[in-house]
Structures are given as structure tokens and as C-alpha cells.
């Protein structure tokens, strides 16, 4: 079976666009793969986090993978701080990382923008991002549009590994969806949803209560016209809003908009927001009951057992072919 491994940060309240771009496929791929999911606790530090609510969103993200179908007796899901190998294999593929590879990283450029002082940490993560993959020697990373350009950078660390101390890693693939892979921000189709966003109103959480749906949606920005016509350059926000109906009802984005020809923006945001509150209030109820089972913490060690299993003994051939003494 080829692998699968796939991460999510707990940097905030995940939103729709993790959902549609990410959480969704990883249910599917369960069936077919061997799958490798994680909290990326160690990547969410990298801007200031409150350490209350840290542990707090690394717990919710967890339940929420299960919640969205994630089995985790089929597939292993656990935090990245528990399996130690990522840190270790994070250090040293951030030897073997130039500094102009990291400086090119859009995410970094994005996050880092109009801050006055950045830590360290933001601009190594896409060799802490390599060995999270690496280390399993994954076939397969389910990521959308935005992490492209670090799946690119994990492909090159992997390949000039291999050629300087010979085959060690499989080189992984992207696997991204053709539609759904950059939702963008409700109040500016230029940005993606972010969890981050300070302004909760850019982007749908998971969690966020039917009546929040309701009004952030009726709320999204959209423009002057009326036609519900999925144009990307000339009407982005519409756009967005269709893509988000298209995957929430399992509908071309051709049909959503057939649908509402001649209708207007009002009977479509409408609809829309009940067509995403059908989707996320399943998962908020099994959201509550995983939460309210007290079985999260077990799923997780044994995730994290299963994990540190397959991954010392990659991090074990690293450190012995880069001349590391190992006993
Ligand atoms: N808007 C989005 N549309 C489609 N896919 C998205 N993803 C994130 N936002 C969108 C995908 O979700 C996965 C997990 O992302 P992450 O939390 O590790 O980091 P991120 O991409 O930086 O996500 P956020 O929400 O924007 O977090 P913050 O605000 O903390 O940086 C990835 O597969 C990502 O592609």
C-alpha cells in the first residue's frame, strides 16, 4: 500500500478551507493507503502561540480529524510533538537547506510581511515541513494550492540527500484537488481563508454555530452585479462562494450555476450557507461526542507509537549515513 501523510496546524479554529482542501480527502484516502496524519504542533510555534490555547486547538484539530472521518484505529493520527524523530530529522535537513531556497518561500514572504521582528523558526519550517514527509518515506501529501511550493523544496531536499549520501527517501508526490484547493477569505477573494485571519468574519470555522454560518455568509463580500457566474478574474468573491456551494453539494460548479441563472446574489447566499451548515453540523456532533468520550488522549498515544515506530528507524539511517557514531 503506498503512504499517505498529511498535516494540519493547530494555530487557530480550522476553517472550511481546511476542510474542503485538505480534511475532506483524508477520509477517502484511508481506504486505499496507509495514512500518516498529524497535528503540526511543532509548525504552529512558529508564530506566537498562547500556550492555553495551543493545547486547547491541538486537542480540537485532533477531534476534528476523527470527527471528519478519519479512522484512528485504520490510520495514525497523532501530534508531532510526540514522535521526537521530526525535530531531530527537521535539524538536519535544515543543514542541507540553502538559504536562497528558504528566502524564495511565498508563505514566508506572506507571513512575515509588515512584522517587525520574525522568529527564526518561520523561515527554517519548510525543512521541519520536509522531514514531517520524509521521515515516512510518503508517497502521497494531501495539501492545497498553498503548499505546493514547500512540497517542491521537500522533493529537491530528498533528491539531493539521495545523490550525496545515496537512496535513502522516496521522493513524495503533491496530491491536490482539482477544485476547492485555495478557498478564499470571505471578506477579500485575494487572500485565502486563513485560521489566522485576526478578522473572524474572512473565514467559516468548522465549529462555528449554524446562526454564525448563516451570517458570515450573508455577510461574504460579492460585487455590484447579480449574476451568480463563476468567473475567477472578473468576479472573484462570486466565484469563491460558488466553488464553496460546488464542493459542499457535490456539484459541478457549471451546475451551481445553471441553478441560479437570473436569480441573483440573494436566494444563492441563502442556500448556500444551508448547504454548508449540512455539511459541518454532522461533524459537530460527532466532534462533541469524541470530545465528551475522554478517548481522544488514548487514539493519540497509540497513533504516536505506531508513528515513532515506522519513523525511527529512516531517522536512525540518516544519522548513520551522514557519519553520525549510532550504536
Ligand atoms: N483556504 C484554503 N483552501 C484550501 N486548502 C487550505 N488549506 C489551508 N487553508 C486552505 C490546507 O489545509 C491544510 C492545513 O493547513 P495548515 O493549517 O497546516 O496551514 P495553512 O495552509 O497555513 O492553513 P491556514 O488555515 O492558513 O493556517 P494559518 O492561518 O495558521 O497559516 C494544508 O494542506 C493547506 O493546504
Known sequence: MKRVLSGIQPSGQLTLGNYIGALRNFGKLQHTHECFFMVVDLHAVTVPQEPAALKEQSEAVAALFIASGIDPAKSNVFMQSHVTAHAELGWLLTTLTYMGELERMTQFKDKSSGKESVGAGLFTY??????????????????????????????DLAHRFNTRYGQTFTIPEPYIPQVGARIMSLDDASKKMSKSNPNAGSYIAMLDEPDVIRKKISRAVTDSGREVKFDPQGKPEVSNLISIYAQCADMTVQEVEAMYEGQGY??????????????????????????????????????????????????????????????
Open 266 to 327: 440573494g436566494p444563492f447566499k441563502k442556500d448556500l450557507a444551508e448547504r454548508v451548515v449540512a455539511v459541518l453540523e454532522p461533524i459537530q456532533q460527532r466532534y462533541r461526542d469524541i470530545r465528551g468520550s475522554g478517548e481522544l488522549h488514548s487514539f493519540l498515544r497509540q497513533g504516536a507509537e505506531r508513528a515513532a515506530a515506522a519513523a525511527q528507524p529512516v531517522l536512525r539511517q540518516v544519522k548513520e549515513k551522514m557519519g553520525f557514531l549510532v550504536f
Open 126 to 155: 519548510p525543512s521541519l515541513m520536509a522531514a514531517d514527509i520524509l521521515l515516512y518515506n510518503a508517497d502521497l501529501v494531501p495539501v492545497g494550492d498553498d503548499q505546493k511550493q514547500h512540497l517542491e523544496l521537500t522533493r
